[in-house]
């Protein structure tokens, strides 16, 4: 993300005059933007936060197949084409980030950041045909970098290509992560541990069932996304100002999709109602209805493990996440699950940041929404600190996560959850009241019940078997009668 500021030391700044329909401005002679820009940069003192890599390079992506399929229908001059080509090219590099200086928080629409691109290409363009910065008569941002577009499609088409962007990078993150959680889910397969219900003990689990249970979520959002991708391929580029097309050629509108197909090499289409898409940002409330989604199991996989890592001595203390840096500032030697806790923080943003997409998607009139700003900042946030913080969980925190065996034994073995498997032979009640018993004299359940002479020790030691506990199924071999109905 670029980061806006005011220009140090402006004594020694040089300007240059610029007019635009409301008069003359100053624009400083290094810059690249023109008088738009310095007007927004006047006005929208917010944030301090300027657009993301991901957005500005999809703008120019956009700005590039425009150039493209204008010089294909003859509208645009083959030498200035060619120079807004080669300035755009530069701009997907990497190249003039700094120019984009523009706050999110800004002018409806995105007007203010397709006007700063337009007037950073314009002026590089004009440098590489030989001419000087602001001389927009060798090429200007409306006339020729802007020919045949609109804020209203160059933007959303912009929020769509730098999400989908994110959008496989986030999966490609998912994909090695579900790989980690199944890697964990063979190691732990003979782990036994209490499993636990409304946090009290339940059915004993395999630690590597959960592990396995965790990758399944992870695969159901992986699937989610893929089809949003697909969603956010259809395009509204060649709408223009409100979605009748006008001032875009025809051949213009096919030609512009195909030349953004060749440079992201993603499956991009025309959409057939230009000017559904052009109004309905409906298509962003869905896709961050999915980080919102993963958000949550993120959340519940990070929380699970905090609280089978909780301890070392007071807490569960099942499992022994990485020690990747010290835990307080006053309590020598501890260790917190920072990861864990540093991947909740992102999930929890990228639900509020859906919560604002929503409520912007809902603000649009007419013809268009006027929210696309707040919309593409949350949903270009959002993708791309889940992609990073996933990251993060696999390399920091799933890859070396240790299993507690000899701990997990100890609470499953201790735990009431097992007596769940007495019940085909001693009933229900009757099971209640071996647990009750068992927690009150701090005695194995199965001691209590060879007591009470309600099961023989060979039969009792087949039906709690652990491992047999954790598969489907009734447990031990039992006659055609079930044996609490003879008592």
């Not at 008069?23 to 993301?52: H, K, M």
């Not at 959303?156 to 999400?163: D, E, L």
């Not at 213009?252 to 440079?263: D, F, H, P, S, T």
């Not at 992201?264 to 057939?272: E, G, I, P, Y």
Request: glycine share 6%; charged share 25%.
């Amino acid at each position: 993300m670029c980061v806006t500021s005011p220009i140090p030391l402006l004594i020694f700044v040089k300007f240059r005059k610029e007019n635009d329909s409301l008069g003359q401005v100053a624009v400083p002679e290094y810059a690249y933007y023109g008088a738009q820009t310095q007007r927004a940069l006047d006005n929208f003192r917010i944030s301090g936060f300027g657009p993301f890599d991901e957005f500005i390079w999809a703008t120019a992506a956009v700005k590039l197949a425009a150039a493209r399929a204008n010089m294909q229908t003859g509208m645009l001059e083959a030498p200035k084409g060619r120079a807004i080509e080669k300035a755009a090219m530069e701009i997907m590099a990497g190249k003039l980030r700094e120019q984009f200086v523009v706050d999110v928080f800004q002018a409806g629409a995105g007007t203010s950041h397709n006007m700063n691109a337009n007037e950073v290409i314009a002026n590089r363009a004009i440098e590489l045909l030989g001419g000087r910065k602001g001389d927009y008569s060798v090429v200007h941002p409306n006339d020729h970098v802007n020919m045949s577009q609109s804020t209203n499609d160059t933007v959303p088409t912009t929020i769509r290509i730098s999400s989908i962007r994110l959008l496989n990078e986030l999966n490609a993150e998912l994909s090695l992560l579900t790989g980690s959680l199944r890697k964990k889910g063979r190691e732990f397969d003979r782990v036994i541990k209490s499993g636990r219900t409304h946090l009290e003990d339940a059915a004993p689990v395999r630690l590597g069932q959960e592990f396995n249970a965790y990758a399944d979520m992870l695969e159901y959002d992986i699937r989610r996304f893929q089809h949003e991708i697909e969603v956010l391929c259809e395009l509204n580029i060649g709408a223009t100002a409100v979605g009748t097309g006008v001032n875009a050629d025809p051949a213009y509108v096919g030609n512009v999709v195909k030349e953004l197909r060749a440079i992201t090499r993603f499956r991009l289409r025309n959409s057939k109602s230009l000017m559904a898409l052009t109004q309905s940002m409906a298509d962003f409330v869905e896709c961050s209805g999915a980080l919102r989604v993963l958000s949550v199991d993120m959340t519940k996989i990070a929380n699970d493990f905090r609280l089978m890592n909780s301890g070392p001595v007071t807490g569960l203390g099942e499992i022994t996440l990485p020690a990747v840096q010290p835990g307080s500032s006053i309590m020598p030697g501890k260790v917190n699950p920072v990861i864990a806790e540093c991947m909740n923080m992102v999930a929890f943003q990228c639900m509020g940041n859906d919560l604002s997409i929503t409520l912007a998607a809902q603000a649009g009139q007419l013809e268009l929404n006027v929210m696309m700003p707040l919309i593409a900042f949350n949903i270009v946030f959002s993708a791309r600190i889940m992609r990073n913080a996933v990251r993060m969980f696999r390399e920091l925190l799933v890859r070396d996560v240790v299993a507690n065996e000899d701990r997990c034994a100890e609470l499953v073995e201790r735990s009431p959850g097992i007596a769940l498997v007495l019940n085909p032979y001693i009933g229900y009640a009757r099971a209640a009241e071996a647990v009750k018993e068992s927690l009150k004299t701090s005695r194995p359940i199965r001691e209590v019940v060879l007591e009470k002479g309600w099961m023989k020790k060979e039969e009792i030691d087949n039906v709690l078997d652990l491992y047999s506990m954790t598969e489907p199924g009734v447990k031990g071999k039992m006659g055609r009668k079930i044996r609490h109905k003879r008592d």
